[in-house]
């Protein structure tokens, strides 16, 4: 659409009368009041990453990508996303069974306590974190004095930070999946032999794949731009716990170009992601 | 049913349940028996309890009270995997992932044959319905009336001891449903145990089962062969089910006092509470009061409403005694019949049937 095209519109709108239908027409039927917001939002949207790939430092890129700093930090983030993503799987999924194949009192109020992470500031589930599981913590505390675990400010807390903030999302998922799924396969597969368990991993579970993957992408996703609970909780040691985020906010305050080149790489990531995810969500028109 | 009773029945052959489920304002009380190679239908119109008393013998639902036995053993609190019950799904269920033969297999697989072994036996089973080439198909491919012999072979393969089939017939077209129908009787026929059967159809209950239950608002309200159910049916229900005009009333002799007022002539001589039923094809109509007529059942009766039945006309009536009459065509045309016309109907004693409750 073009300027002339609004500007006439517009005008047309306060003419009203007999040509108002037209006007609500414009651009192929989209009203304009809906078009307008439409086009800034999408401009909004944009205009930040178009930006990240204008002042991108292209000519020193391939030096600042293959820093040390840089491959570190990669490298950290790409792991403990997948191993958070990993702890999502084991633990969400039959959490995600639980919610909704189960009766039990109290279930709404559990969902509601599983989605709170969503919601809730990351920084805030961070202290939670440390006060739950850091060395004077409430559960951490044992973990010291008995098995000498420490999890605050170690690969493993980061971890544990980004699987806290990413498991909603794979249990929602997952447990949408299900309750779209027939429970009755389930049955079928009772009344063949199948304890509900060996039902669960021959039947629902190969039912629900497509689910459990997106569900996966979003978790690990949300892994990998995870900040405030990982900062909070895990800290920020090069090699050990910066991740990918903590990178590029912490050379952004003394080196801007390398600050770039880290967002990009993490643009170049998400691309892939929702490349991987084109067929489920990209094609739904 | 006593304790002596119980006793003796415990460690008899075949099946022996008292299901009791409650469910809210829902109450389902059936008493089932039968001897092993019996197929029973469970008859009854929707939401009768038909459906939960199927899940309640496959241990889908459990047992508010009463009592499960099959070939002597307790199965009131066994698990539906440890129980020897296959089930076929009234849309089959067939697992969507996995081939034709997998889903057969996945019952011997569970009761811990080997990948090989279970497979083994799901190709005979196949092989046995007709289905050998069908084997690696997915379940999306395969027709209707494949997918039912995928179901019945998938139940079959655990060896029930009780074979519980819900409206097997009922996802498929007319077409199909002849063949399958002929096939699955052939397969009930050789099965050796207890099979039990829910429908709402009444021909697919005559055709494939000895014996009818037909069950109204969670209990049985009458049980027998089908051609006595047919002959003597003792609910509106079943009377519609099998196209009869039913009443209830005092027998006298040959005469037949309705509850609601009219009396009937019959041709058998009974005393008390009586059923009396005669098919919509025995009534005659007359725009007229007949003058002369043998006939002493005639009633005053108004047109409520027609329809086409087959070839013919059903004409429902409403007036002195609520019936229904079957016309042809061209008689209805020339009574010029339409809804609120005062017509006189007629039956013949002889072609009356009554029976006691």
Not at chain 1, 133 to 147: A, C, E, P, T
Not at chain 2, 119 to 138: P, Y
Not at chain 2, 287 to 299: C, E, F, I, K, Y
């Amino acid at each position: 659409m073009t300027q002339l095209d609004t500007s006439d519109a517009a005008a047309e709108t306060l003419k009203g009368g007999p040509r108002r239908r037209r006007v609500r027409m414009t651009g192929r039927g989209v009203p304009l009041p809906l078009l307008l917001p439409a086009l800034v939002g999408l401009a909004f949207l944009l205009l930040p990453l178009l930006a990240l790939l204008v002042r991108a430092p292209w000519r020193s890129l391939p030096s600042q990508l293959t820093s040390t700093e840089v491959w570190q930090a990669l490298q950290l983030s790409l792991f403990s996303a997948t191993a958070a993503t990993a702890v999502c799987l084991v633990l969400g999924v039959p959490l995600a069974w639980l919610l909704a194949r189960t009766e039990f009192p109290g279930r709404g109020f559990v969902r509601a306590l599983v989605t709170l992470p969503l919601v809730l500031p990351p920084v805030v589930g961070g202290v939670a974190l440390l006060l739950a599981l850091g060395r004077n913590g409430v559960v951490g505390q044992w973990l010291d004095s008995w098995f000498g675990i420490t999890l605050p400010f170690t690969t493993t807390g980061v971890v544990i930070a980004e699987a806290f903030v990413a498991m909603p999302f794979l249990v929602i998922s997952v447990e949408g999946t299900l309750r779209a799924a027939d429970p009755r396969y389930e049955e079928a597969a009772q009344t063949l032999g199948a304890s509900r368990f060996t039902a669960f991993r021959r039947v629902t579970l190969p039912l629900i794949a497509p689910g459990i993957a997106a569900g996966s992408v979003l978790a690990w996703a949300r892994a990998l731009g995870e900040f405030g609970a990982t900062i909070t909780f895990a800290g920020n040691f090069p090699g050990r716990t910066q991740t990918m985020p903590l990178a590029v906010y912490l050379a952004l305050q003394n080196d801007p170009e390398a600050a770039i080149a880290l967002s990009l790489v993490l643009l170049a990531v998400s691309i892939a992601v929702l490349a991987g995810l084109r067929d489920r969500w990209m094609t739904t028109s | 049913m006593t304790d002596t009773a119980d006793a003796q029945l415990t460690g008899s052959q075949g099946l022996d349940a008292h299901l009791v489920v409650d469910r809210g304002t829902f109450r389902l009380d059936v008493e089932l028996t039968a001897a092993p190679g019996d197929v029973v239908a469970l008859l009854g119109p929707n939401g009768a309890g038909k459906t939960t008393a199927l899940r309640a013998l496959a241990g889908l639902v459990r047992l508010t009270d009463g009592h499960l036995r099959l070939d002597g053993a307790e199965l009131d609190r066994t698990p539906p995997e440890s129980r020897p019950v296959g089930v076929v799904f009234q849309d089959y269920l067939l697992f969507p992932h996995l081939t034709a033969l997998d889903n057969v297999a996945f019952g011997p697989r569970c009761q811990g044959a080997t990948k090989a072994e279970s497979r083994a036996v799901a190709a005979e089973w196949l092989d046995r319905m007709g289905l050998a080439e069908h084997a690696g198909a997915k379940p999306r491919s395969l027709s209707g009336g494949q997918a039912q012999r995928v179901a019945v072979a998938r139940a079959l393969a655990t060896h029930p001891r009780l074979l519980l089939l819900d409206e097997p017939l009922a996802a498929l077209d007319a077409r199909t449903r002849l063949d399958v129908r002929a096939q699955l009787r052939r397969h009930l026929a050789e099965f050796e145990a207890v099979a039990v059967l829910v429908t709402h159809d009444p021909l697919d209950a005559m055709v494939l089962a000895d014996r009818l239950v037909v069950i109204e608002q969670g209990t049985i309200v009458q049980e027998g062969t089908p051609a006595d159910i047919a002959r003597h049916p003792r609910t509106d229900y079943i009377a519609q089910l099998v196209g009869l005009n039913l009443y209830k009333g005092q027998a006298d002799g040959h005469t037949v006092t309705l509850d609601t007022g009219p009396t009937i002539t019959t041709t058998e001589n009974l005393q008390g509470e009586v059923f009396v039923a005669f098919p919509p094809s025995a009534v005659t109509l007359f725009r007229d009061r007949p003058v002369g007529a043998s006939a002493r059942n005639l009633w005053h009766c108004e047109v409520a409403g027609l329809e086409t039945h087959g070839d013919q006309i059903r004409v429902d009536l409403t007036g002195e005694l609520p019936l229904a009459a079957d016309l042809t065509t061209p008689a209805a045309a020339e009574l010029d019949l339409h809804q609120g016309a005062s017509v006189w109907a007629a039956v013949k004693a002889t072609q009356t049937h009554s029976y006691p409750t």
